[in-house]
Every structure is written in structure tokens, then in C-alpha cells.
């Protein structure tokens, strides 16, 4: 079983930048595809973006297409989301997944495995 744990959030400015780490501990995460999730209150949960465990096939929503990066970085055993060109509506609590399958998957119920989340506010 892997553990993730996410940190790198905070508070920062419109057009400013974050990124965003998910640890992995217990197993490698090179098994996994692993995906980023937000939520903000009142809201329901949405993907934002997918790296895939075979070929570290990359996939976004359309909302952060062209401003975040996901990245994976195999001797850290960590998973990274470089976001750029924040808006106040990328506000939200961010979570990391991870699911042992490797067909690429948008819904959050299909992951096995959660983070606690990370905050990240953007002002205006």
C-alpha cells in the first residue's frame, strides 16, 4: 500500500505561481498513475491532471491546460504540479491519487489512494 502526502501550498496572487508536491512512501509510485484533484467549497471534486505510469503519459483538464505541469520524478518518489498563471478560481483544497490501473481515468471514485490535501488560495 502507498501513503502520499501533499504540501506546497499556500497563498499567492493572480498570475503568480505554486508547485505542488505529492511524497509517495510504502511503494514506489512509478506503479501508479497518479492524478491531482481539487476541491473547492461547496463544490464537488475535479480532476486537473493525470501523469500515467506507462510512458508518464500526461493528461489535463481543459480549465489548466497550457498553465500546469505534471511531473513525476522517479528518485524522489514523488509527483509534482507546477502551476503557473494562477487565477482566483484555481482556489482550492489539491489532492494527489493514485490507482494502480494504468488506463487513464478522470474520476476521482476509480483512485484507491489519497493524500490529505494541500490549500492553495490565489487572491485578485
Known amino acids: 500500500q502507498v501513503q502520499l502526502v501533499e504540501s506546497g501550498g499556500g497563498l499567492v496572487q493572480a498570475g503568480g505561481s505554486l508547485r505542488l508536491s505529492c511524497a509517495a512512501s510504502g511503494r514506489p509510485l512509478s506503479r501508479y498513475n497518479v492524478a491531482w484533484f481539487r476541491q473547492a467549497p461547496g463544490k464537488e471534486r475535479e480532476f486537473v491532471a493525470t501523469?500515467?505510469?506507462?510512458?508518464?503519459?500526461?493528461y489535463y483538464a481543459d480549465s489548466v491546460k497550457g498553465r500546469f505541469t505534471i511531473s513525476r520524478d522517479y528518485a524522489r518518489n514523488a509527483v509534482y504540479l507546477q502551476m503557473n498563471s494562477l487565477k482566483p478560481e484555481d482556489t482550492a483544497l489539491y489532492y494527489c491519487?493514485?490507482?494502480?490501473?494504468?488506463?487513464?481515468?478522470?474520476?476521482?471514485?476509480?483512485?484507491?489512494?489519497w493524500g490529505q490535501g494541500t490549500q492553495v488560495t490565489v487572491s485578485s
Open positions: 501523469i500515467l505510469r506507462i510512458g508518464d503519459s500526461t
Open positions: 491519487a493514485g490507482i494502480s490501473s494504468g488506463q487513464l481515468t478522470t474520476d476521482a471514485r476509480a483512485y484507491d489512494y
